[in-house]
């Protein structure tokens, strides 16, 4: 221990007790230092202790005081098999000394060069390990460090205590052989490695280690979804200000071919097809008031039928005038009309090309049918309408306050809109035959006739049987008959039935012979039924009379003295004025 004091060495734990050095050992150490710092010469490995004086073999089994070994960390160490490059040819910077020759200690702190014995040097002709200049080495056997590189970091340095030695089996330089030249390209070896030191900044270069592909997808995606919503953004700035600027220039809109499919014959398109030829629209002018109406056409002979009330105006000295469908214009005369039917014809002369149309039975109409109405309401000519038959022998009257110019139709009811203007207008069936003539309305006010309220669905047209027998009578003879029974009705009677009058201004109740005298009526009988249709009303006995012809025969119901009577009369003929 005294001999650890002079030597001014700390002892550790894995230290052994060190001897006062020999002579010889004290010169080779002093050489080794004045070497040291005159040259570059790297100082000869020396052991890092003294003899032992227990005598334990220097790298035998392991003694009670041996130091472990330093756990060793390859630096690219080259897999087994492979060529090393052999170093580049230099002129060596210091000789190797001859074997057996003692070198110098090396300094405190110093490590000693790989394949040198740390416990003394071997005499000459001791057995040493072997290196093999360009071979390959064996794999797990240290590859020496070449001369002149500096020497690993010391870990055992930085905490003040003694680093062991080089590992068990480095190999010694073989006597005789040439030394590494100086300033070679140093070869890669093994160096010490502590787990608790910093790592080496001359260490081995660790390789990048690659990012992850999941996230270079998610920036690239990221990317795409980023120029795709910039795309739209502006895409809709940029159509938002093509709109507003109108700068597309050329606008082409699509559109189907013309033509188009066929329309059935029944349909309303076809039925207005057919029929619109024979429709014409009647302006009248004359003593002091005009009027537009509707009409259609009975023959090839230009004759016309429309309402009495279209063309009254005109009088005897008025212009009626006639446009057909085709816009050619022609002057028309005044044949003949009844007031009381609300019919008149007029007839157009020199016109060539006419297309009258087809009469139907208004007997054979049902309601329900379909039906289209054609005309000119407010002078729009060649309107058509269309509905179904709402009710069939509707009684209306129309008319103004002159009795003589009161019509009383036994009407078809209609919910196909009828306007002002569209009166003498056509009412026709699926197959485009007439069934009636349309003639009234009730508007809004609550009055029928020809109201300037408009059509609320409640359109009448008088029916074809009773408009064909008058039309044939004023062409044939200018005028039209009414049926008549023989009687005055009492228009101010109140209760249910037709009251027939009293003698006044010596005018009879009951014409003497005439159809209801010879059946037996008297004054202040009331009829109540007509065919067995309840009568309610004067103006509906009228009504249900006038829709037959003269010389039908009629089963009236009679009351009398409060007990009801049942009389058949025969119509007679009373000329219309």
Request: charged share 20%; glycine share 16%; proline share 11%.
């Amino acid at each position: 221990m005294d001999e650890a004091r002079e030597s001014r060495a700390t002892p550790q734990w894995w230290s052994r007790p060190s001897p006062v050095p020999a002579p010889q050992a004290r010169r080779a150490e002093g050489a080794g230092r004045q070497g040291g710092r005159g040259t570059a010469k790297e100082a000869a490995p020396v052991p890092r202790h003294g003899e032992d004086p227990y005598s334990t073999p220097p790298y035998g089994d392991p003694g009670p005081w041996s130091p472990a070994p330093l756990v060793q960390h390859p630096g690219a160490t080259p897999s087994g098999g492979t060529p090393l490059p052999p170093p580049h040819p230099t002129a060596p910077s210091t000789a190797t000394p001859p074997a057996g020759t003692a070198v110098g200690t090396a300094p405190a702190g110093a490590t000693p060069a790989a394949g040198t014995a740390v416990h003394g040097t071997p005499a000459a002709g001791t057995p040493t390990a072997r290196t093999v200049t360009g071979g390959t080495p064996a794999a797990g056997t240290p590859v020496p460090s070449a001369p002149g590189a500096p020497a690993p970091t010391d870990a055992y340095a930085e905490t003040g205590g003694h680093a062991p030695g080089p590992a068990t089996g480095s190999a010694a330089p073989v006597p005789g052989s040439a030394a590494p030249a100086t300033g070679a390209a140093p070869q890669v070896g093994w160096r010490g490695y502590d787990p608790w030191s910093q790592p080496s900044s001359g260490g081995p270069a660790q390789p990048e280690r690659p990012e992850p592909g999941g996230r270079r997808r998610g920036r690239l995606l990221a990317a795409v979804l980023a120029c795709v919503l910039v795309a739209a953004v502006a895409g809709g700035f940029a159509g938002a200000y093509l709109e507003r600027n109108g700068d597309f220039g050329s606008v082409t809109l699509p559109q189907s071919a013309p033509g188009g499919p066929e329309r059935p014959a029944d349909s309303v398109a076809g039925i207005a097809a057919a029929t619109l030829p024979g429709v014409v629209t009647i302006h009248v002018r004359g003593g002091g008031a005009q009027g537009t109406g509707t009409g259609f056409v009975l023959d090839d002979r230009g004759h016309i039928l429309t309402n009495h009330h279209v063309v009254s105006p005109a009088g005897e000295d008025g212009r009626i005038q006639v446009t057909f469908s085709s816009g050619h214009t022609a002057r028309a005369r005044l044949v003949g009309g009844d007031g009381g039917y609300d019919l008149a014809v007029v007839k157009v002369d020199g016109v060539q090309n006419l297309r009258p149309l087809p009469l139907g039975n208004s007997d054979s109409v049902q309601v329900g049918d379909p039906v289209v109405a054609i005309g000119a309401p407010f002078d729009l000519a060649g309107t058509v309408t269309s509905g179904i038959i709402s009710a069939k022998e509707r009684p209306i009257t129309a008319g103004g306050e002159d009795a003589s110019d009161i019509s009383y139709v036994d009407a078809l009811q209609t919910d196909a809109p009828i306007n002002p203007g569209n009166s003498g207008g056509p009412l026709v069936d699926v197959e485009g035959r007439v069934i009636g003539v349309n003639s009234a309305i009730r508007s809004a006010e609550g009055a029928v006739g020809e109201s300037q309220g408009g059509s609320i669905g409640l359109g009448f047209a008088i029916p074809i049987n009773q408009a064909k027998r008058v039309a044939e009578e004023l062409i044939n003879t200018g005028h039209a008959t009414h049926p008549v029974i023989g009687v005055r009705v009492d228009m101010s009677y109140s209760g249910d039935g037709a009251l027939v009058g009293v003698t006044e201004e010596g005018r009879p109740a009951v014409v003497e012979d005439g159809p209801a005298d010879r059946a037996g009526i008297q004054e202040g009988d009331v009829i109540t039924a007509v065919d067995g249709d309840v009568v309610r009303t004067g103006e509906e006995l009228i009504v249900k009379i006038r829709s037959h012809r003269p010389g039908d025969a009629l089963e009236l119901t009679v009351r009398r003295d409060g007990e009801e009577d049942t009389v058949v009369v025969t119509l007679d003929t009373a000329r219309g004025d």
